[in-house]
């Protein structure tokens, strides 16, 4: 009888432990949702995109596409925190953008994500290399993100009645706000990550201490 008795107690202990261990044991307990605060968006030159803005309570198609728009901002501006010259004009082959063309394309994909937002036509196809210094660049292109972004979380637009239209001799060519997301969001996201592995080759990884999960830096 107290052999039957020890045999149900392992038994019942080897239940328990298997439901702790397959995070189905969750009597008493509760699970916490972390909170992102976007007290600190701007760092202290007023960039945009230190830390990703507080997510959105409601989950709607603009809001989704917002935060997609956000996290590129987010990992566009630690990508391009602290590059030098010798990062900027680093290339891994000769047939390669070097790190500056790849973020003058990564600019240009901005201004076609914002100009379908904002409804406006597209003279270029976001493929052009710019005369501007590396400081105004990545400015100008971490202000069209968040414009872009704030925009859509206003709640004035819907994504289906936006579109992207490259317009060339009075000749447009119109794809549906699903290309957007597929096409320049998606692009520049890969460009991204090209910005930070060519840093990394160049001698200069990317900071360890922004968590591109959370959205945040660690001060």
């Not at 060339?168 to 997301?181: A, K, L």
């Not at 692009?187 to 990884?205: C, E, I, K, M, Y």
Request: with cysteine; net charge positive; hydrophobic share 40%.
């Amino acid at each position: 009888m107290r052999v039957l008795c020890t045999d149900k107690i392992l038994g019942m202990n080897r239940i328990i432990v298997l439901l702790i261990l397959s995070g189905t044991f969750l009597i008493g307990c509760k699970t916490k949702q972390v909170v992102i605060n976007d007290a600190k968006v701007f760092d202290k030159a007023g960039l945009p995109y230190y830390n990703m803005p507080a997510a959105s309570e409601k989950y709607t198609a603009e809001m989704v596409v917002a935060r997609m728009i956000d996290g590129l901002g987010f990992r566009f501006y630690w990508a391009t925190d602290g590059l030098r010259a010798e990062d900027l004009s680093f290339r891994p082959t000769e047939k390669s953008r070097t790190s500056e063309e790849t973020i003058d394309h990564i600019m240009g994909l901005s201004t076609v994500i914002s100009n379908a937002v904002f409804g406006i036509k597209n003279v270029r196809s976001g493929e052009e290399t710019s005369p501007k210094d590396f400081i105004t660049k990545r400015k100008e292109t971490l202000e069209t993100l968040k414009k872009a972004s704030d925009h859509l979380k206003q709640g004035k637009v819907k994504l289906a009645e936006l579109a992207i239209v490259f317009s060339n001799n009075n000749n447009d060519t119109t794809f549906p706000f699903w290309n957007v997301i597929n096409g320049p969001i998606a692009d520049a996201l890969w460009h991204v990550g090209q910005v930070v592995t060519f840093r990394r080759s160049s001698g200069n990884p990317f900071n360890g201490k922004a968590n591109v999960l959370t959205g945040t830096v660690r001060e």
